[in-house]
């Protein structure tokens, strides 16, 4: 059976719940809500298991922290014999305005602690959905800005991008990483 790894980054524990970092983990729990599917704590994340079409989807939030991240990646990949072409990262983005998001299939961290962990440990060949969480912060604060939670109107800007996120993971694992940029990127834009 094919089998594919979904990272959704952010940092574990309640006072990081709906936080700017956490964008990924949000993204991944819409998915597994849409599945019907629960998370269980197991060794360096939070982790679900699903199947599309005969393809085994496990769903990972790492509990290593953000700055860490790449070791739950590395295990998780290896522990189920993985490829890292069927590895897809979803992460927050301050470079894109809140609401967009990007697919990309390779590329640099772009500044992301947790993509630089990753790629530390397992090189930049794998596929990343950035969510763009916006930059509205003064200089210096960008720390301040991640860990922050989002307002309510903000998650209402958000969700429609988060509702697209789940099917882009559809998408990649039914379809593949070329395919499914062409067919979502270009939603992924805020005009």
Not at 14 to 21: L, P, V
Not at 62 to 74: D, E, I, K, Q, Y
Not at 104 to 115: A, D
Request: hydrophobic share 40%.
């Amino acid at each position: 059976m094919d089998k594919y790894l979904i990272c959704g980054l952010g940092n574990p524990g309640q006072e990081y719940e709906g936080t700017r970092h956490n964008t990924g983990f949000m993204v991944l729990d819409a998915f597994a809500k849409a599945s019907n599917i629960v998370f269980e704590d197991k060794r360096y994340g939070f982790v679900a298991e699903t199947s599309l079409k005969g393809r085994k989807v496990i769903l990972l939030k790492p509990t290593t922290f953000m700055n860490l991240s790449g070791n739950a990646v590395r295990y998780w990949l290896n522990n189920e014999h993985i490829d890292e072409s069927r590895l897809l990262v979803v992460s927050d983005d301050v470079a894109l305005p809140l609401g967009a998001f990007r697919l990309k299939g390779s590329g640099s961290n772009g500044g992301h602690n947790g993509l630089g962990h990753i790629q530390q440990l397992i090189g930049q060949n794998y596929a990343r959905l950035r969510m763009g969480i916006g930059n509205d912060y003064p200089r210096g604060r960008q720390v301040e800005w991640v860990l922050g939670k989002y307002s309510e109107a903000d998650l209402e800007l958000l969700q429609p991008g988060i509702n697209i996120a789940v099917d882009i993971i559809k998408s990649f694992v039914l379809a593949g990483i070329d395919i499914t940029m062409n067919q979502y990127n270009k939603l992924g834009k805020i005009s």
